[in-house]
C-alpha cells in the first residue's frame, strides 16, 4: 500500500506556516492534529470491527481476490493520493473532513482481503501484533522527530521516487504476474517510516493552523501504510 502523500510539499505553498506562530497556537495546532489522527485509527478498526461482526468482510474479501490482488494494492495508491491532494488544496474544514472520512472508509475496504488472509493463515493474534508493532513504530518516530525538531523536507524526494518506482512494481507484477515478496514489503515499511518523520516535521514546521485535518490525514496515510505491510511480513512467515 504504497503512500499517498509525498507529492504534496507544504513548505513550498503560499501560507504562514505555524511554527511562525505564537506557542498556544503551535499547540493547539499539534494538539488538534493528532486528535484526529486517533479518531482515524479508531474509526478505521470499529469499520473493520463492523464489517467482520457483520459478515461482509469475506464476500468484500472473495470478490476482491477474485481479481489480481495487485488492482487492490494499487487503487489504494490511487485512492489515498486523491484524498490526500484533496485535503491540502481546499481551505474548507468541510472538505477536509470529508477526504479524511472518504480515506478511511476507503482503507477499511482495501484492508479487509488482507485482515481475512492474515487471519485465517497466520491466526488472528498476527493482526493485534502487527498493530502494536505499528503503533510503537509510529511513537517512535514521532518521537525523533519532535525531539530533534529537524526538517525532513529533504526526504520528499525519497518518497515520490519511491512511490513512483512502488507503483511500477505492482503494473509489472499485474502485468507478469509474479509476486512482490518479501524484500518489496521491508522496503515499503522503510518508506511508510521515511513518510511518517517527513509528514511529522511538515507539522511541525510547515503546516498552517488550518490544515490540521489534512495534516492528520497525511500522517493516518503513513501509519496505514506501515501497517499494511508489517502485517504482510508478520503473516507471511
Given at each position: 500500500?504504497?503512500d ?6 507544504a513548505?513550498?505553498?503560499?501560507w ?5 506562530l505564537?506557542?498556544?497556537t503551535?499547540a493547539?495546532f499539534i ?12 474509526g478505521f478498526?470499529?469499520l ?13 474479501a472473495?470478490a476482491m481476490l ?5 488492482i ?5 495508491m490511487?485512492?489515498?493520493?486523491l484524498?490526500?491532494r484533496?485535503?491540502?488544496r481546499?481551505?474548507s474544514?468541510?472538505?477536509?473532513y ?20 492474515a487471519?485465517?493463515?497466520?491466526g488472528?493474534?498476527?493482526?493485534e ?5 505499528t503503533?510503537?513504530g509510529f ?5 525523533i522527530?519532535f525531539?530533534t525538531?529537524?526538517d ?8 515520490i521516487?519511491g ?8 503494473v509489472?507484477g499485474s ?11 521491508i522496503?515499503?515499511?522503510a518508506l511508510a517510516?521515511?513518510?511518517?518523520l ?7 514546521h510547515?503546516?498552517p493552523k488550518?490544515r490540521?485535518v ?10 496505514a501504510?506501515?501497517f499494511?505491510?508489517i ?7
Amino acid at each position: 500500500m504504497p503512500d499517498s502523500s509525498p507529492a504534496i510539499d507544504a513548505s513550498q505553498v503560499s501560507w504562514t506556516p505555524v511554527a511562525d506562530l505564537d506557542t498556544s497556537t503551535r499547540a493547539a495546532f499539534i494538539w488538534q492534529t493528532y486528535l484526529h489522527v486517533a479518531a482515524a485509527i479508531i474509526g478505521f478498526a470499529l469499520l473493520e470491527v463492523f464489517l467482520f461482526s457483520s459478515g461482509l468482510a469475506e464476500p468484500i474479501a472473495q470478490a476482491m481476490l477474485s481479481v489480481n490482488w495487485l488492482i487492490p494494492l494499487g487503487a489504494f495508491m490511487v485512492v489515498g493520493w486523491l484524498a490526500t491532494r484533496t485535503a491540502h488544496r481546499t481551505e474548507s474544514i468541510s472538505k477536509q473532513y470529508l477526504a479524511l472520512a472518504g480515506f478511511v472508509v476507503a482503507e477499511a475496504i482495501l484492508f479487509v482481503p488482507l485482515l481475512v488472509m492474515a487471519h485465517y493463515t497466520a491466526g488472528g493474534g498476527v493482526i493485534e501484533s502487527a498493530a502494536w508493532v505499528t503503533l510503537l513504530g509510529f511513537a517512535g518516530l514521532t518521537g525523533i522527530a519532535f525531539y530533534t525538531r529537524k526538517d525532513f523536507s529533504f526526504l520528499r524526494g525519497v518518497m515520490i521516487w519511491g512511490g513512483f518506482a512502488a507503483l511500477g512494481l505492482i503494473v509489472a507484477g499485474s502485468i507478469f504476474g509474479f509476486q512482490l515478496g518479501t524484500f518489496f514489503s521491508i522496503g515499503m515499511v522503510a518508506l511508510a517510516g521515511a513518510s511518517i518523520l517527513y509528514d511529522t516535521s511538515n507539522v511541525i514546521h510547515h503546516f498552517p493552523k488550518d490544515r490540521y485535518v489534512a495534516a492528520a490525514l497525511q500522517l493516518f496515510a503513513s501509519v496505514a501504510m506501515m501497517f499494511w505491510y508489517i502485517l504482510s511480513l508478520m503473516s507471511s512467515e
